[in-house]
């Protein structure tokens, strides 16, 4: 991927896994233009969460 296909793509769902923890909103994914303060996600209690900046969802998977 190049850095300018990089910095276009948008991310709206991201799943983790618990070995991933903390979850944290920007992804180094998200395009500069896409840019917020970032915010930890919590994903302790329930199993998905939204970005409280650009509405991206997080979800909590299982280990394998």
């Known amino acids: ?10 991310v709206e769902s991201v799943r983790l896994k618990s070995s991933e ?3 944290y909103c920007p992804t180094e994914e998200m395009g500069l233009w896409n ?3 970032r915010v930890y996600i919590p994903l302790n ?3 998905e969460a ?4 650009c509405g991206t969802l997080f979800t909590l998977v ?3």
């Open 45 to 47: 209690e329930k199993k």
């Open 21 to 23: 923890l903390p979850a």
């Open 50 to 53: 939204n970005c409280p900046y």
């Open 35 to 37: 840019s917020h303060p």
């Open 62 to 64: 299982e280990d394998d």
């Open 1 to 10: 991927m190049t850095d300018q296909n990089k910095q276009t793509k948008s």
